[in-house]
């Protein structure tokens, strides 16, 4: 099972952008989708997760900027960010609470990280 995370960048504050991660190998379920972020120095933070039924859950310091959205056909979670800050730069880690074809269990899946980058 592999994560594929894209869509960072540069972006001036106030502005947008949406990261996506993608999802592929043998999968026969996908849970909890999360976004987390970190800078160096600081420790991995949990910036948003959705479960499988759809219940988000943010961290106070983007609820009503980012949103977090999932296709399940197409094995994708999505981060919506708006209103960016130049304290939203971080590198962005996707993570996936996986089952696989064959297995009763569920394994921890990480991205690559995207970084995102907030400044005039």
């Known amino acids: 099972v592999q994560l594929q995370a894209s869509g960072g960048g540069l972006v001036q504050p106030g502005g947008s952008l949406i990261l996506s991660c993608a999802a592929s190998g043998n999968i026969l379920n996908i849970g909890r989708m999360t976004w987390y972020r970190q800078t160096p120095g600081k420790q991995r933070e949990l910036v948003a997760a959705i479960t499988s039924g759809g219940v988000t859950t943010y961290a106070d310091s983007v609820k009503g900027r980012f949103t977090i959205s999932r296709d399940d056909a197409k094995k994708r979670v999505y981060l919506q960010m708006n209103s960016l800050k130049p304290e939203d730069t971080a590198v962005y880690y996707c993570?996936?609470?996986?089952?696989?074809?064959?297995?009763?269990?569920?394994?921890?899946?990480w991205g690559q990280g995207t970084l995102v980058t907030v400044s005039s």
């Open positions: 993570n996936a609470l996986v089952r696989q074809v064959g297995f009763v269990r569920w394994d921890d899946y």
